[in-house]
DNA sequence: TCAAAAGTGTTGAACGTACACCCATGG
DNA sequence: CCATGGGTGTACGTTCAACACTTTTGA
């Protein structure tokens, strides 16, 4: 039992991680990887590795998540929290600083023959501590979608309304209305038509407006109600 | 210029700061000591330091602030974001994760002689990028304050509504009414009567109900308002 | 009896949800 | 002309801000 070396007894290594979420197949999934290695071989492991020398954590985690997919595809990246359980890695003394990534619905990012996407509802074998962090991204992924335009980076450059509740549908993981969903995006200005319309399939049925998100960068669209300065 | 072991240029140090606020005379203030020595001599930095062997984050950040404060004294702390930028410390290449303390109104923790409270709003000359991440914890603030209780950190074991508006006034930055400060606590269950009142002061006025904060853990209560499931 | 401070009642606006109804299309 | 899916109109509930008014106290 002697894998550490000295040094890792006085400083952790650190390393990055992100959980990239997707809406594909009408569920929302997240981008793992298969360990070949022990510990926690055969087990699903988020996608990172460590920070080099000069970057900052976010360039770390792009360099790592460029080695899955097309960082092209990213369309927003934040960071989530820093996980720094002594025990969290049974190997090595590691630091993790968890991002969430979010790629547009559509794209199909090549990705290497180890790596796969999962349900987020129906999560493989996960290692480490990274089942906790799916779980922490899609909440965080969750508040924002209400009270931030957070949609423009899951739904595809556009789409009808019907195609925007399905995403939210699946990441939100409840019912949501395509009307109110309307309404909701409508007032908020996040967002707006683009004057094209989608005409129906073979089923009949009235053509739809196409829309896309007037902003590609995240903002907070709904201040809190609850305590805000008076006018 | 030898002051960088070669260590340091594959694997970076790992330090914990906290932003402990509270209130005092009417404003928010934040916990800092002064550098003694370069870099920085003579600026304001926030407390804390480096990660040791088998401790977590928080772990850290309590041990180390214990040096500043009697750590039972704060009454919250969480974890804001972690600073990488591998210029932030122009000695050596250092990540700092960075973490949010409350301490309630009235205590007075004793302090070394290095250290003092200032003003958020008006801040010495920081050390490092200690300022931004002031300003950081003040702004998780005052979202919490908005959407959880997070309020029973702040304010003392028990209040009257005029003193909990000062609690919160002074931690927005903007105006608050009493009345409806009540009315948005009362509804959700945050506050709640203690049964005493405070007898009026020499000035007269009619007595003013006690109350307190319903629970001392942080607890979301305004669950977001807009794509909330169907109930 | 008056000023001060606290508390209550009430109105109105903003925001979301629910749901009925209308519109445009394909077969 | 009817089923299908999209869009509009409207009513309602909840939440909160604003403000007038009432209550209780000290001097």
Redesign the pocket.
Known sequence: MSRKPAQESTKPSQATLAVVLQIRDGTLQVLLWERAREPYRGSWALPGGLLAAGETLEDSIRRHLAAKVDVREISHLEQLATYSDPDRDPSSWELATAYLGLVQLGLDPDVPGDTRWHAVDDLPETAFDHGEIILAGRERLRGKLSYSNAGFALAPPSF???ELREVYVAALGHEV????L???LE??DVIEPTGERR??G????????VFRFRDRQLAIT?PF????P??
């Open positions: 009808t309304l019907g209305s395509a009307t109110n309307r309404r909701v007032r908020r005409p129906s073979r089923t009949g049925g009235r053509p739809a407006e709904d109600a609850a305590l805000r008076r006018r």
